[in-house]
C-alpha cells in the first residue's frame, strides 16, 4: 500500500522505498554515502512489501522538492484562467495575497472558480462522495457543514475493524449505581441515562491502539515527562533516607543492619531501573453500551486520558450514538485532541470507535469539499458536496489497507448511494485490472453507477509505474499529479516559479503491462488542506497522487452536481468521455500522454460536453486485444516492448464492446443501439487500421498492423481512435494506446553503454531504452554532472517488465552539491529491454539558469547459471553447479548463506462462520463469511519470527481472495503480532504460541478448501547460527575434506563447474524438525568496487538468488533401548505396585468442580491414604489435588488443610538419607547409580514443593488473621516496618516462627532465588518489612523468561508497589496488565 503522497523532509529527497525495503537494497558503496539509495519495488529471489508514506507535513519549507512528470498551467496575469496554445506559459507572473491564497487550494487549473463564479449553485449541491482513506476528522476546519448549510459528513465509519471493541459481556448496576467497567474498574453510570432493560454492556480498549504513531509519539513523551516528575521526586525521597542511615550508622557490620541498608539501596535501584525500562503502552478506556429504548448508545470512561482525577469520568460523559444518526463526536481528552466517533453493530455486542490513522484523509476531503465562509479562497473544489468516511487504512496495521476494509468500503457507498467514490491509496500490481477488488468497483461503477476517482501512483519518473487500483483498472478513473507555477510560487515557495505547468517528478507514468494507457487525465497533485485536530494546526502542505486525484473527484463533484440541477441522468460512462475529451494536453509530445493522460482536467468544458451530448446512449466501450493467431492473454493496448517485438510487423485482433449499465432497456437501448464508427491512427505509416467500423450492441472485432521497423530507437507513442460518424464533435469515443519502446543494442565487448551531455533543466527527463545482452545479470553505472552552480537534485529510475512480476523497477535520488561522480550497481534481466530514466526534480535548480551536464556509463555484467534457485535436499550429496560468463570475463566468487528457518504447520482448528452484520454484506445481498484457522507453535529461544503463506502473500489487489489478517499470542493471549497480506518479522520471547488466521469471502466452496491451509513460521537465525555454506572442486570434497574451490576468472565460451556442500549436521539450528527448510542466498559475482568483506557477504552482492536446504529426519538415537536391566521383583510385589499406581491415577483424573465432585475426591484421597500411608507420590499428588480447588469457602481451614498434608509428604520422606546421598558424588556411567539419582532427586523435588506450598499457606494463614484482627492499623505499622526495616513479624505468646523455621529447612534444598521458590522469598522479605528487597528478588523472578509470565507475580508486584506508596509505578503496571493479561483476543 501506499498513501499516493511522497514523503520529503528539508535538505533531501526521503522516498518511502528504502525505509520500506531495507532488504531490498542490492549494493551502496561507501562513496555513496551521500546519495540516499531507494531500493526496488521488487528484487530477484525476494518478496516485495507494502510501502506507507505520510507525505509533507509543514506549510513552510525551503529546500523542499517533490518528483513527478509534466502538467499543466496557470496565468494569472491574463486575469486567471487555464488555457492558451502555449500550454499555459507563464509571463511576468506575480503573486499577491488573493492569488497566493487561491494557489494554496488549486481551483484555477481545472477551472472550477470559474465554473463555480458562472453557476454558483452547482458547487456540489446534491453529491456525495465516499472517502476511501485514512479515515476524516469530522471537527477539521470546513468540513462541519456545505455551501448550503447541510451536514458536510454524513457519516464516519471504520472500514478495517482496527476500531473495535467486543461488547459482549452484559453486567447489571447495583444499588449504588455502578457496574464492573471490563477493565476491572468500577464505574458509576449517570442516572439519568435511560436504559429499560438495565442491561449495560462493557467493553475497554488501549487507547494507544485506536490513535496513530505519531500522536502515540507525541502522548508518550508528554506523559513521560509527568511520569518522570513523579519518580524523580520518589527517588528523591529514597536517597533521603538512604542518606539518613548512613549518617545514623557510620558503620555497618551487624548483619541486620547490614539487610537494612541493602533494602533502602534496592529501592533507589528499582526506582532508577524503572525509569530505564519505561515503556508506556498508554492508557485504558473503558466503554458502556446500552440501548435507551431508541439507539444504541455509547459512554466511555477516559479520566486515565486527562490530567485531572476529576476529568474523563464515565458519569460526565455525553453519550453518542451512531454517527450517521446525529452527527456528533467527542475529543478523548485535551491532550490528545483527538476526535473519535462510534458505531454499534451486531445488536449492540460490537462497539466501533472511529479514529483516523492518519492526516492523509482529512486533508484528500479537504482538497475535495472543504467549505470555509470566511476564507473562501481555502475552499476545496466542490464545496456544496456531502462526504462518506471509509477508512480502509488499518491503526494495526500503521495504515495500510485491508481487503477487508476495501470491501466494506464499497458496500457503504453503495448503501450511502454515494455517487463518487475518491481512494487516494495504491500499489504496483502484478496483473492489470484483474481481482476481487476490480470484480466489486466493476459492479459499483456498472450497476450502482459510482463514478470512481482514484490515484495514479507516486512511482515515477519511469515508464509502467501506474499502481492499483487507479492506474490499473479499466473501471476506474487514474489521475496524475500536475504542479502549476503558481503552485511552485505559492505552496512549494520556490525563488523562481517555472514558465508552464508540469508534471511533478514523482507522478507515475504508464503503460500498464497489458498495455493501457495508465493515467486518464492529470489535475493538481498537492494543496494547504485541512488536517486532523490532534495534529495541532488547521491544515498543511501534502503532495503527490494523493493531492490530485481529489481535486480531480471535486472536479468531476461539481460535473455531477450540474447535471442534476439541469436533470440529466448522471452515468460514469458518459461523465468519464467528458472530462477525458476535454482536458488540455500537457506537453507537446504524443508520448506525453503516458505521463499525464489526456491532460488536464476543465470542468466547465466538461459539462458543455455532457450538456451538447446528453442524448447519446450511455455506453462504456471494453477494449480486447489479441495478437492475431494467440487466444490468450488478451490485452487493452498494444504495447511492445522487446527487441523482438520491433523486428517485424505483427497484426492484432480487437475487440469492442458497447457496455450498458445493467439496467439498461433491452429494447429501448440494447436492440436499437448503432453506431458508424470512423477509425483515425495518430501515425499511419506505423499503425494502420480499417476505416469504418458498423459498431451494435454485441460488439465488434477488427484487425490492426503495427510496423515498428523503420522506427528509431527510443519512446513511440500511438493511437487508434474511434469516432462517431454521426457526432464527430464528440471526439474519440474510444481510444487504442499503442505504445513501442524501441530498445539500442548492446554491441561492443565488453558491454558498455555511455550517453554523454544530457542536458537537463528543472523537470526535464530523458529516457533510454537498452536491450539488456543474454547472460548479463547485473549492472555497474556510473553517473557524472557537470556545469551547474546550486545543488541538483536527480531521479534515476531503471524499469523491467517481466512476465507475470511486477515491474522491476530501481529507484535512486542522487544530490549533487557539486561536479562529481557516483556508482551504483542494480540487478538485471538479460534478453528483456530496460528503461533509464534520469529526471531531474521539478523544483531542483529553479532560481538558476545553468543547465546541468550529465554523462551516463552503464557497464553490463553477468554469470550465467543453470540454477536459479538451488535446492540442497537433506542428503549428503552437495550440488553441482554450472557457470558462464556470456559477455567478457568475470570474477567468480561465489558466497552462500543460511539464515532463515520456515517450518510448516497445519492448522489444529478451523471456524466457518457467517459474519452477522450489515457492514459485510455485499450489495448482491450476499453475506460475507470468515474461516479461522488456528495454529499452534513453540520457540525455544527468542527470535524474529514471520508467518508465510505462499498461497496469499503480497498480493491484495491482483487477487481473487478477499482479505486475511493474523494474530500472534502468546498463552496469556498477550498479542505480540498483528498483520495481513504483507507480514512483518515480530521479535517473539521464547514460549507457546497460538496464530490465528482470519480469512474472508463470500464463496463458502473457496473457504471449505482453506481449511487445512499451510502456513510457514519463518524464523531469522542469530548471527551466531547462521551457516556459511563451503564449496569444493570434487563431489567427495564435503565428505573427504579436500578440493576446497575459493573463486577464478570466467572466460567467455567456456563453462566452469563447481559443487556446492550442504550443512554439516552438527551446524544445523536447534529445534529444526524434519521437513522444515533452512533458506538464504548465494550469489556468484564481484563488484569491481565492492571491497573484500561485501565480496564474502551474498546479500550485498549485486544479484541473488535463493537456496533452500530440507532439514533431514533427525539421526537415531544410539542409546535408545540400551542397557535395559532385569526386574529383581517378584511378580506380586509389581502386581501390588501396578494396582497402587492405577489407583492413583484414578484420584488423578477426578475433578473437583462441584461440591460433590469434592467430597467424591476426599473420599478417595482419604482411603489411599489409609491403605498406602507413607508412599510420597500419593502424599504428594493429594496436596497437589487441594491446591487445584477453586470453591473455597473457609480459606483459612482450607490452608491448614494444605499445611497438614504437606506435613504428610515432608514426613514421608528419610531427610537424613536425602541428605547422605547428596552429601556423595555419584558414578554418571553406572546405570543402576543413575537410577538411584532419579529417585532421590524425585524425592528432592517432592520435598521442596511440600515444604514451599507449606510456607505459602503459612504466609497466607498469617496475612487473613491479621487482615481481620488489624484493619486500619495494620497498614500504618506495615509504613513503620517499611522504615525500620528487618522486623520479624510478631509471633504470640513466644511460640516459634512457623514460617520461619520452614523457610530454614526449604534452603537447605534448593535454591530459595529461583523462580520456582522466590515467591516464598518475596514474602519473607516483605513479612521481615524489606519491601525493597522483597521487590528486588520479585523483579528477578518475572526477568526470568524460562516460562511464560505468571499474573500472580504481577499481581504480587503491585501489592508490593502500593505498600511502598509509589503510585505512579503502582498505575503503571496495572496499565502493563492489559497487555501482558488481556481477558480474551482482541476482535479482528
Keep these: 500500500m501506499q498513501l499516493q503522497c511522497p514523503l520529503l523532509f528539508k535538505g533531501k529527497f526521503t522516498c518511502t522505498h528504502a525505509a520500506a525495503y531495507p532488504s531490498l537494497l542490492f549494493f551502496t558503496p561507501a562513496f555513496l554515502s551521500s546519495a540516499v539509495l531507494v531500493g526496488t519495488e521488487r528484487q530477484l529471489s525476494l518478496v516485495r512489501r507494502r510501502r506507507r508514506v505520510e507525505g509533507e507535513r509543514e506549510l513552510t519549507f525551503q529546500t523542499r522538492f517533490r518528483a513527478m512528470p509534466c502538467s499543466s498551467f496557470v496565468s494569472f496575469a491574463s486575469g486567471g484562467g487555464v488555457g492558451g496554445d502555449d500550454n499555459g506559459s507563464l509571463r511576468n507572473f506575480k503573486l499577491n495575497e ?59 465509519l471504520d472500514c478495517t475493524g482496527s476500531g473495535d471493541i467486543d461488547t459482549s459481556t452484559v453486567v447489571k448496576a447495583d444499588s ?32 494507544y491502539e485506536l490513535f496513530n504513531n505519531k500522536l502515540t509519539s507525541r502522548l508518550k513523551k508528554e506523559r513521560k515527562k509527568k511520569w518522570d516528575e513523579k519518580n524523580q521526586e520518589t527517588i528523591a525521597e529514597a536517597v533521603k533516607h538512604l542518606d539518613e542511615f548512613d549518617q ?45 429504548g431508541e439507539v444504541w448508545r455509547v459512554a466511555l470512561d477516559t479520566h486515565s486520558l486527562e490530567g485531572e482525577p476529576d476529568c474523563g469520568k464515565l458519569a460526565d460523559f ?23 466517533v462510534v458505531n454499534v453493530y451486531d445488536e449492540g455486542n460490537i462497539l466501533s470507535i472511529v ?18 465562509p470566511e476564507e473562501p479562497l481555502l475552499n476545496g473544489v466542490a464545496p456544496g458536496a456531502q462526504l462518506i468516511s471509509c477508512k480502509i487504512g488499518d491503526s494495526r496495521l500503521g495504515s495500510m489497507e485491508t481487503g477487508t476494509g476495501l470491501t466494506r468500503a464499497l458496500i457503504a457507498a453503495v448503501e450511502h448511494k454515494c455517487d463518487l467514490i475518491n481512494m487516494s491509496y495504491g500499489e504496483p500490481a502484478l496483473l492489470p485490472d484483474y481481482g476481487r477488488f476490480v470484480d466489486l468497483v466493476n459492479e459499483a461503477v456498472n450497476k450502482h453507477r459510482l463514478v470512481f476517482v482514484s490515484s495514479a501512483g507516486n512511482s515515477g519518473p519511469g515508464l509502467n509505474t501506474v499502481g492499483a487500483p487507479g492506474g490499473t483498472s479499466s473501471s476506474i478513473i487514474g489521475v496524475g499529479a500536475y504542479v502549476s507555477p503558481a503552485m511552485a510560487a505559492a505552496a512549494h515557495s520556490v525563488v523562481e516559479p517555472p514558465s508552464e505547468g508540469l508534471e511533478y517528478t514523482w507522478s507515475s507514468r504508464g503503460p500498464t503491462a497489458d498495455g493501457d494507457l495508465g493515467v486518464c487525465i492529470s489535475a493538481p497533485g498537492g494543496a494547504v488542506a485541512p488536517v486532523s485536530t490532534w495534529t495541532l494546526q488547521k491544515r498543511m502542505l501534502m503532495n503527490g497522487t494523493s493531492m490530485s486525484s481529489p481535486s480531480a473527484c471535486g472536479g468531476i463533484a461539481l460535473i455531477i452536481s450540474a447535471m442534476k440541477a439541469e436533470g440529466i441522468p448522471v452515468s ?103 453506431e458508424c464508427i470512423e477509425l483515425h491512427s495518430t501515425g499511419k505509416e506505423v499503425v494502420k487500421a480499417p476505416d469504418y467500423l458498423l459498431l451494435t450492441h454485441n460488439g465488434r472485432t477488427f484487425n490492426i498492423v503495427v510496423d515498428p521497423t523503420n522506427l528509431k530507437d527510443g519512446l513511440h507513442y500511438y493511437e487508434i481512435y474511434g469516432v462517431d460518424c454521426k457526432s464527430r464533435g464528440r471526439g474519440p469515443i474510444f481510444r487504442i494506446p499503442v505504445t513501442i519502446t524501441k530498445p539500442m543494442a548492446v554491441l561492443s565487448r565488453p558491454p558498455l553503454v555511455s550517453f554523454a551531455r544530457m542536458s537537463f533543466m528543472p523537470g526535464h527527463i530523458e529516457r533510454r531504452f537498452i536491450e539488456v545482452p543474454l547472460g548479463a545479470s547485473w549492472v555497474e553505472a556510473t553517473m557524472r554532472t557537470s556545469g551547474f552552480d546550486t545543488t541538483r537534485r536527480f531521479y534515476v529510475d531503471t524499469v523491467q517488465v517481466c512476465p507475470l512480476q511486477r515491474p522491476m523497477k530501481l529507484a535512486y535520488a542522487l544530490t549533487f552539491s557539486s561536479a562529481a561522480a557516483k556508482r551504483f550497481a542494480f540487478p538485471v534481466v538479460g534478453g528483456q529491454t530496460m528503461e533509464l530514466a534520469v529526471a531531474q526534480f521539478w523544483s531542483s535548480g529553479m532560481g538558476s539558469h545553468e543547465t546541468t551536464i550529465v554523462d551516463f556509463e552503464i557497464e553490463f555484467h553477468g554469470i550465467d547459471i543453470h540454477k536459479e534457485e538451488v535446492l540442497l535436499d537433506g542428503s549428503e550429496a552437495p550440488v553441482r553447479i554450472d557457470v558462464e560468463a556470456l559477455l567478457a570475463s568475470e570474477r567468480l566468487a561465489p558466497a552462500a548463506v543460511l539464515n532463515k528457518i520456515r517450518v510448516p504447520y497445519r492448522p489444529v482448528e478451523s471456524k466457518l462462520r457467517v459474519l452477522p452484520t450489515n457492514r459485510d454484506k455485499l450489495p448482491s445481498g450476499k453475506q460475507i463469511l470468515a474461516l479461522t484457522l488456528t495454529y499452534k507453535f513453540k520457540l525455544e ?28 499470542s502468546d498463552t496469556n493471549k498477550r498479542v505480540y503480532a498483528k498483520g495481513d497480506v504483507y507480514p512483518d518479522s515480530s521479535k517473539l520471547p521464547k514460549g507457546e504460541y497460538c496464530l490465528q488466521l482470519y480469512l474472508r469471502h463470500d464463496n463458502v466452496q473457496c473457504l471449505e478448501k482453506m481449511k487445512q491451509l499451510v502456513l510457514f513460521i519463518e524464523r531469522t537465525l542469530e548471527e551466531k547460527d547462521v551457516i556459511r555454506l563451503k564449496f569444493f572442486s570434487q563431489p567427495d570434497g564435503p565428505v573427504m575434506g579436500n578440493g576446497a574451490f575459493k573463486a577464478s576468472t570466467l572466460v567467455p565460451g567456456k563453462k566452469q563447474a563447481f559443487y556446492l556442500s550442504p550443512p554439516a549436521k552438527e551446524k544445523l539450528p536447534k529445534n529444526s524438525p524434519q521437513g522444515s527448510i533452512l533458506l538464504g542466498v548465494i550469489s556468484y559475482g564481484k563488484l569491481s568496487f565492492a571491497s573484500q568483506e561485501e565480496a564474502k557477504n551474498p546479500t550485498k552482492n549485486p544479484v541473488t538468488y535463493q537456496i533452500a536446504y530440507v532439514v533431514p529426519p533427525n539421526k537415531v538415537d544410539e542409546d535408545k533401548g540400551k542397557g535395559i536391566s532385569n526386574c529383581t521383583k517378584t511378580v506380586s510385589e509389581r502386581l501390588e505396585e501396578e494396582v497402587r499406581d492405577a489407583k492413583i491415577k484414578v484420584l488423578r483424573s477426578l475433578k473437583q468442580e462441584t461440591d460433590e465432585e469434592c467430597s467424591e475426591w476426599k473420599k478417595l484421597s482419604a482411603s489411599l491414604k489409609s491403605e498406602y500411608p507413607k508412599h510420597t507420590p500419593l502424599l504428594a499428588m493429594i496436596l497437589e489435588g487441594l491446591l487445584s480447588q477453586s470453591n473455597i469457602g473457609d480459606k483459612i481451614r482450607h490452608k491448614e488443610e494444605v499445611i497438614d498434608a504437606a506435613n504428610e509428604v515432608i514426613d514421608s520422606i528419610d531427610q537424613d538419607e536425602l541428605a547422605k546421598y547428596f552429601s556423595q558424588k555419584s558414578d554418571p556411567e553406572d546405570e543402576e547409580a543413575e537410577k538411584i539419582k532419579k529417585k532421590m532427586e524425585t524425592a528432592r523435588d517432592q520435598l521442596a514443593e511440600a515444604l514451599y506450598q507449606k510456607g505459602l499457606a503459612l504466609a497466607e494463614i498469617e496475612s487473613l488473621k491479621s487482615d481481620k484482627a488489624s484493619g486500619a492499623d495494620a497498614k500504618e505499622d506495615a509504613k513503620d516496618v517499611d522504615k525500620t526495616g528487618d522486623q520479624s513479624a510478631p509471633v504470640s505468646g513466644g511460640q516459634p516462627d512457623l514460617f520461619e523455621n520452614n523457610f530454614k529447612e526449604l534452603k537447605k534444598w534448593v535454591d530459595v532465588k529461583s523462580s520456582k521458590y522466590g515467591n516464598l522469598l518475596v514474602l519473607r522479605e516483605r513479612r521481615l518489612g524489606r519491601i525493597g528487597t522483597a521487590l528486588k528478588v520479585l523483579n528477578d523472578m518475572i526477568q526470568d523468561d524460562s516460562e511464560p509470565p505468571k499474573k500472580k507475580l504481577y499481581e504480587l508486584k503491585i501489592s508490593l508497589l502500593d505498600e511502598l506508596g509509589w503510585s505512579h509505578a503502582a498505575a503503571y503496571e496495572r496499565r502493563w496488565m492489559h497487555v501482558r493479561f488481556p481477558p480474551s483476543l482482541p476482535l479482528f
Design 355 to 372: 479514529t483516523d490513522c492518519s492526516p492523509h484523509g482529512t486533508h484528500v476531503a479537504g482538497i475535495a469539499s472543504a467549505f470555509h
Design 318 to 340: 455525553t453519550p453518542l450514538t451512531n454517527y450517521r444518526i446525529e452527527r456528533k463526536y467527542g475529543v478523548f481528552s485535551k491532550l490528545d485532541a483527538c476526535t473519535f
Design 98 to 156: 488573493s492569488t497566493f491564497l487561491a494557489s494554496l487550494m488549486p481551483k484555477i487549473e481545472i477551472a472550477a472558480d470559474r465554473f463555480i463564479e458562472s453557476n454558483p449553485s452547482f458547487d456540489g449541491r446534491g453529491v456525495v462522495i465516499a472517502i476511501f482513506d485514512s479515515g476524516i476528522d469530522p471537527a477539521a476546519a470546513g468540513l462541519q457543514v456545505t455551501s448550503d448549510g447541510k451536514p458536510k459528513i454524513l457519516d464516519v
Design 572 to 674: 460514469p460512462y458518459i461523465v468519464r468521455k467528458a472530462i477525458e475529451n476535454t482536458s488540455v494536453p500537457i506537453g507537446g509530445l504524443a508520448e506525453d500522454k503516458l505521463s499525464t493522460g489526456q491532460g488536464l482536467l476543465q470542468v466547465d468544458k466538461a459539462f458543455e460536453y455532457i450538456q451538447q451530448y446528453q442524448n447519446i446512449p450511455c455506453v462504456s466501450y471494453e477494449i480486447r486485444i489479441n495478437q492475431s493467431g494467440i487466444d490468450t492473454p488478451s490485452y487493452r493496448g498494444i504495447y511492445l516492448r522487446e527487441a523482438s517485438s520491433c523486428q517485424q510487423p505483427s497484426e492484432w485482433t480487437v475487440q469492442v464492446e458497447p457496455k450498458f449499465h445493467e439496467d439498461a432497456s433491452n429494447l429501448e437501448e440494447l436492440v436499437p443501439f448503432e
Design 176 to 207: 449504588d449505581g455502578c457496574i464492573p467497567g471490563a477493565s476491572g474498574a468500577t464505574l458509576v453510570v449517570n442516572s439519568s441515562w435511560k436504559n429499560p432493560s438495565g442491561e449495560w454492556r462493557v467493553g475497554y480498549k488501549m487507547v
Design 248 to 292: 545514623k550508622h557510620k558503620e555497618v557490620e551487624d548483619g541486620k543492619l547490614k539487610r537494612i541498608r541493602e533494602d533502602l539501596q534496592n529501592k533507589v535501584d528499582i526506582l532508577k531501573k524503572q525509569a530505564d525500562s519505561y515503556d508506556d503502552k498508554g492508557p485504558v478506556i473503558d466503554a458502556v453500551v446500552w440501548h435507551d
Design 941 to 968: 529461544d527468542g527470535a524474529y519470527v514471520k508467518p508465510q503463506i505462499p498461497l496469499l502473500n503480497d498480493r491484495i489487489y491482483d487477487t481473487k481472495f478477499e482479505s486475511q489478517f493474523y494474530m500472534i
